[in-house]
């Protein structure tokens, strides 16, 4: 089982260019999540999904969007990044949306490291 | 805002047990207790959570205070591989939204000596 999948594993983007990063996950989980770690800062929330077709802002949505087109995708696109944006990006999901279930593990990706210069 | 407090980093030598503290004072009646672990280079993993009872599981055990405002998560016998940053994460439940969602503060980045 694969379990979560990103792509790329890294990439160093001009400031300004769009990029979309890939997220898919095999496990039929319904919900899905991005985070961006910053060194000393730990993760945090960008965008989440609780199912297919919905969208919900996280703590630093701003300069990032997110579609939930199907299940098992939940791409994260910066229309013009900014090198304030550099940071490693973790795609999570979990069967359940948060707040739903007791046991809701989440389940994270390998993550994409992102340069913007 | 993280509502945890965790000291920055200890250290522990293998084969050896490890308490990790967890401070949450301001903890509510209807937030669990989650630990997650980030291994180098690695995205975060579930350990444990609990409500209100110790907990145990093949990776761990969860120790939490009677009036709930701290927890102390146990590894039984430190291997390298448990070399880690340990998060202790509050979450709210029955809310819908992102009010359930995870909120990681700066957690505890354990060191395993040899």
């Known amino acids: 089982t694969a379990g979560i999948t990103q792509a790329p594993t890294s990439q160093i983007l001009a400031a300004g260019r769009s990029m979309t990063l890939r997220c898919t996950q095999d496990?039929?989980?319904?919900?899905m999540y991005w985070y961006r770690q910053d060194l000393g800062l730990g993760l945090r929330l960008i965008h989440y999904?609780?199912?297919?077709?919905?969208?919900g802002k996280g703590e630093v949505p701003d300069g990032y969007s997110v579609s939930r087109a199907n299940t098992d995708d939940f791409p994260l696109t910066l229309a013009s990044a900014v090198p304030s944006q550099t940071s490693v990006y973790f795609c999570?999901?979990?069967?359940?949306?948060?707040?739903?279930?007791?046991?809701?593990?989440?389940?994270f990706g390998p993550g994409t490291r992102l340069t913007v210069l | 805002d993280a509502k945890t407090t965790q000291p920055n980093s200890m250290e522990s030598n293998e084969e050896e047990p490890v308490h990790l503290p967890c401070n949450h004072s301001?903890?509510?009646?209807?937030?669990?207790i989650h630990w997650y672990r980030q291994l180098p280079s690695q995205g975060p993993e579930y350990v444990i959570h609990?409500?209100?009872s110790n907990v145990n599981n093949r990776m761990a055990s969860l120790a939490i205070a009677e009036d709930r405002k701290s927890s102390t998560l146990i590894l039984h016998r430190a291997t390298l591989r448990d070399a880690a940053v340990y998060y202790c994460?509050?979450?709210?439940?029955?809310?819908?939204?992102?009010?359930?969602?995870?909120?990681f503060g700066k957690g505890t980045k354990l060191s395993v000596k040899p």
């Open positions: 496990m039929r989980h319904n919900a």
């Open positions: 999570a999901s979990s069967l359940r949306p948060p707040g739903l279930a007791v046991y809701n593990e989440q389940f």
């Open positions: 999904s609780n199912t297919a077709g919905t969208t």
């Open positions: 609990g409500l209100t």
């Open positions: 301001t903890i509510s009646g209807t937030d669990y």
């Open positions: 994460i509050l979450r709210a439940m029955n809310y819908g939204g992102s009010q359930g969602n995870l909120i």
